[in-house]
């Protein structure tokens, strides 16, 4: 105890503010460093050269138009779940139920189609699925976010309960609906009609979707930084007290922010249903809610940054898709190389907020 | 005493944080059988310095040595393993274990609680607490907390006793036991430091006083060859006229109405019990009491925060009219069209957003006005380039988030803000705690001058100097009741005193 | 009439990998740590296992004893470093938990995943999926009286000894946390880490040992699904939403592991009580029934913060990260 060469070798301390190209910068170093490590492992596994394996991920995204529209509808979807999850998140609460509030649009927008597609114009189910996606979504979320603000139920837990309540609800419809009978799923809904079925711009089939997301992001950013509610929820998610202290109705704030969230993500069923899929399944949202979760949070929670952020989760998942394929590997290689992805980027974190000092050479790193 | 060899030699202290620099370059020597007085402002270091003997904080340079040893203090653990127990200002319990559990916290060994609850119990009778150790914290008051903290250091044999501001939270009689048990625990030659800023308790209880001021150390010397006005100048730096300004009130009249409020806290305990009282216009009423006696709730029912029980507040316009307050939350009262300005007490948790910047700050008030559906940034960043420049605020710019601000320059944002919506009722809650005093000069002069503009003004302090200077009239509350109105010209400190502690005062007991 | 006889023990094996799961998860959330990576290290458990007892099979000469103890070691090792990796990233990195165990669960499901199928490649089988049946009888041997104690030994003695082990982890995890100075110890760390750590208390090696300790038992819920439950058979996504199942039952016990016993056991009837009531011919109410367990959860977790009582509330400081130096 008493001998000075057991000096701690470091500590830790907190860090001033980092300007914001530095934070960018430490962000952008540990992506390459996740890449090369990415790149190492998926060699060691197929005995290809790096290079080669770049240039498959590089192929999965890009490598013909049609994989750019998918690379693009899919960035669409997941950006749009993520933007539904970040007004609750500024709030810090955290709506990690976002798949089955998605889930849940799909299934409205899906009745809507199947239901009325017989009786009303296409024009008017089409109305109607809008409205019925976005109220379902809100609903789902609001349950919890009520118990949230009445009682300070834990919303973290409630929300993921409340997905598997949603996929469950979600499988009983499918076999109600199974078409052809027997089969369990939905199939193909309206396939001669075409009833609720959203229109394509030209020949463009996913442009619609991306246009309406952009049309979100952008409203989205406005409406966190601008709007007299962003800065309610703001200050809400800094600080219960000073909310109330400025005559801020607390439980009002979370339920109409949860609920903004939830209609968002019922967009995203909506459009995943009506749109792309033209059909329902349990897995149809294909875990983006939880994944919105890691893009929000990596983006800070900003809509712009979202954009990006949302790019290379996708990118790296076609891509390492490419790399399963075209090396015959199992598809969850891709989910392993997004999960060490994530972990150098979540690592990184930390030396943006916190700086070592080492003793001895009383050198400074970060 | 030159002699003897320090219990603890610190030397060469460094700590930053961030920018910060907390503890700069200190020496401090803590000798047994004796109690040392660790004098200074809010922010001077002391709580810093001696976290970092206690192993909450390592230090970034320097040495210490405990009975002449070189040691590294890393964690709590080694601390007590040098003797070294700390009684935090924020007590450091776990609410829902109880008083035994959290006692034995962190000792080795088999957990018999029997046995530990045995052992409590002999070390309550030794000194005369009372502690259930089968309680759970979180159905305890504030000074039972406080004994089983005390409790949970006597019970690891600490013979080296830091306390960081004990008595903020007790009475004067529970302050009085305390001092005896310390002086008690001196004759046992232990080590005693206890952190505070109050002068009559170094006077009354410390054999020697070492003073702290911006982090550096000052000074130290035995008490008896020194004095109060000695100490504060160490303290402050230079000589300062403890005289505040207090310009006659200009035609007061009634402007908050308060009959028979009675209010609750959510476990049911009666907070405040049948209070009644006027604020007038163009006058300061200070509120008196010891920290706990209903301050908090008083302000809060006002202001609109507060479910309250029973009872009428009333404000009455420049017209006469009355206006009940009672039922309306801080939105509707701001809608009726009555300017109410709140300084609280907790700053950062609830007067400003700590990771928001002075203009985002300065909204908080103002962010509802207009009807566009978007928040006008521009008024609140000029807003916030005024209070800087008139208040003197010391920030890099309007774009700083105000947790980085020292507590003086968070306490003037905050001020600033409330006084400009031109208020005709000011509420502050301990609006000087923690400031140096200059800054406390510049919040004295404020509240002046908010008191000439014809404001009401309700100040809540805890330093009675403070409120006989500058109160036109004080209120003393006793365990949530009103203990007496007295005038604050030529009021009495000691009568005052006596107040705070006994309903009524009654003085010549 | 109920067949109580049949469903009773299918609805323990249902609930053992539940209990395995949620003690692991409570005895992690008791150190402040909210794992969602729980799901993920449930799956790397069971490859683990899986591909130990794969190669081991494959090497010929099977006995019993080894047959054993390789998957459990290799289960063990699998899920200790997955919870080494989310330890390091939210204890010593101070990461946001959430996130982390999101991002751990897709990590280990594709992990799972990824070695499933490249193993049902390397066995050439022609069905999507590996049989390890001598590893599993090994697992499943139950004692030798089962058969002749009647009601009594199909009820309670006639499972395999990971179930028995399970039962004793949850009672040892309730009593360590209860009874014991590790347990207070642990206890306070997950409510007030700054109180802890002015205690003397080690809070990282507290999170570290009480994690990577929670998240071997849950390692081993994986293990028992496919050796014991699935009569080794691994198959792709077979082990499903168990995962956040386990969570579920966490909540359900208001973390009280020894609850978790007799709560898993009935979380696995609500799991499989579509089996056994009689819909007619409607597979589409069997979806309903699986909701079950999860709108129970939903009920006590609201229940429990409407009584608002102090000891059934979440650990106070269950997802935050604690940095000493923090002002």
Known sequence: MNNKTRTPLFHVSKRGLLPWYKAWAIRAAALLLALVACGVITSLVTGQNPIQVYAAIINGSFGSPRKIWVLLQNIAMLLCVSLAVTPAFRMRCWNLGAEGQALIGGLAAAACMILLGKTLPNWAVIACMCVASLAAGALWAAIPAVFKARWNTNETLFTLMMNYVATQLVAYYCVVWESPKGSGTIGVINPSTEIGWFPQIGSYKYLLNILIVAIVCVAMYIYLNYSKHGYEIAVVGESERTARYVGIKVDRVIIRTMLLSGAVCGLAGLLLVGSTNHTLTTTIVDGRGFTAVMVSWLAKFNPIWMILTSFLIVFLGRGSGEIATKFGLNRSFGDILTGLILFFIIGSEFFINYQIHFRKSGGKEG | MDNKTPAVKMRNITKTFGPVVANDKVWLDIYRGEILALLGENGSGKTTLMNMLSGIYFPDEGEISIDGKDVVIRSPKDAFDLGIGMIHQHFKLVDVLTAAENVVLGLPGKLDLKAAAKKIREICDAYGFEVDPEQKIYDMSVSQKQTVEIVKVLYRGADILILDEPTAVLTPQETDKLFAVLRNMRDDNKAIVIITHKMHEVEALSDRVAVLRHGQFIGDMPTKTTNAQEMTNMMVGHAVTLNIDRPEPVDPKPRIVVKGLTVRSIDGILKLDDVSFTANSGEILGIAGISGCGQKELLESIAGLQPVEKGSIEYIGDDGSAEQLIGKDPLAIQRMGVSLSFVPEDRLGMGLVANMDLGDNMMLRSFRSGRSVFTDRKTPRQLALDVVEELDVVTPGITTPVRRLSGGNVQKVLVGREIASAPTVLLTAYAVRGLDINSSYTIYDLINKQKKNGVAVIYVGEDLDVLLELADRILVLCGGKVSGIVPGRGAKKRDVGMMMTKLGGNAHE | ?327
């Open chain 3, 1 to 327: 009439m109920f067949d109580f006889i049949s469903f009773i023990p299918r609805a323990v094996v249902q609930g053992i990998p539940l209990l395995l799961g949620s003690t692991g998860e409570t005895l992690t959330e008791k150190s402040g740590n909210l794992n969602l990576g729980i799901p993920g290290i449930m799956y790397v458990g069971a490859i683990s296992g899986v591909i130990g007892s794969f190669f081991y099979e494959q090497s010929g000469n099977f006995r019993p004893l080894p047959g054993i103890l390789i998957p459990l070691g290799c289960c063990l090792l699998g899920s200790l470093l997955m919870g080494l990796l989310y330890c390091f990233l939210t204890v010593t990195l101070r990461a946001n938990q959430n996130v982390t165990g999101l991002a751990l669960t897709t990590f280990g499901v594709g992990f799972g995943n990824f070695f499933g199928g490249s193993l049902i490649k390397l066995s050439g089988s022609s069905l999507p999926s590996i049989i390890l049946s001598a590893t599993s009888n090994a697992f499943r041997t139950s004692l030798p009286a089962a058969e002749k104690a009647g009601v009594f030994g199909r009820l309670v003695l006639s499972y395999g000894f990971l179930a028995y082990v399970a039962v004793i982890i949850a009672l040892t995890v309730a009593w360590v946390l209860n009874r014991t100075r590790v347990g207070l110890h642990l206890r306070a760390v997950g409510e007030n880490p700054n109180t802890a750590d002015a205690a003397g208390i080690n809070v990282s090696k507290y999170k570290y040992i009480a994690t990577c300790t929670g998240s071997m038992i849950a390692g081993l819920g994986g293990l028992y699904y496919v050796m014991d439950y699935a009569s080794g058979v691994w198959a792709n996504d077979a082990f499903g939403d168990r995962g956040w199942l386990a969570i579920a039952l966490v909540i359900f016990t208001v973390w009280r592991p020894n609850v978790g016993v007799l709560a898993s056991f009935l979380f696995g009837g609500l799991y499989i009580l579509h089996m056994y009531i009689p819909s007619g011919m409607n597979l589409a109410v069997k979806e309903l029934y699986k909701m079950l367990p999860y709108v129970v959860t939903i009920i006590v977790l609201v229940l429990s913060s409407l009584r608002n009582k102090r000891e059934n509330q979440p650990p106070a400081s269950l997802g935050l990260a604690y940095f000493r130096e923090e002002r």
